[in-house]
């Protein structure tokens, strides 16, 4: 069967370096599914749910933004942070939806802040559900 190398990089160290058949990341505008073969791309990550297959195992991480860079051979995933789903607290996840939503988006600057604590929040409580 077909694989694909998979790195996933946060700026601490390698998060995951695996042979795998298929992923489906979030991308910021949608979701990409990846598999053998696929043509060139770079794309910009958007807040959700990473899901990786090798054969029959399967594992899923909240990705934090970030960009993604598909070879011929490889998947090149850049990001700051890399989570465990069950590590994710819906209760904490609920709170910063709250938060996010109570920032004054009066300038440019903190719209953009605002629509990125936003986009993680939600991405989290999509995880939780």
């Known amino acids: 069967m077909a694989e694909l190398h998979c790195i996933v990089v946060t700026p601490e160290k390698t998060e995951l370096d695996v042979q795998a058949t298929s992923l489906v990341i979030p991308l910021f505008d949608g979701e990409i599914g990846i598999l053998p073969g696929r043509a060139p791309m770079i794309g ?5 749910l990473m899901t990786v297959k090798s054969g029959s195992t399967t594992t899923k991480r909240y990705v934090d933004g970030g960009f993604v860079q598909v070879t011929r051979e490889a998947v090149y995933i850049l990001t700051d942070r ?5 590590s ?5 996840a609920k709170a ?3 938060a996010a939503n109570a920032i004054k988006g009066v300038s440019a600057e903190a719209f953009a802040i ?3 604590a936003l986009a993680q929040a ?3 409580l999509r995880i939780t559900k």
């Open 44 to 48: 910009r990550l958007g807040f959700g």
């Open 122 to 124: 939600r991405g989290k």
């Open 114 to 116: 605002k629509e990125r």
């Open 96 to 98: 910063d939806l709250e």
């Open 88 to 92: 994710i607290d819906t209760n904490q």
């Open 82 to 86: 890399l989570l465990k789903p069950e």
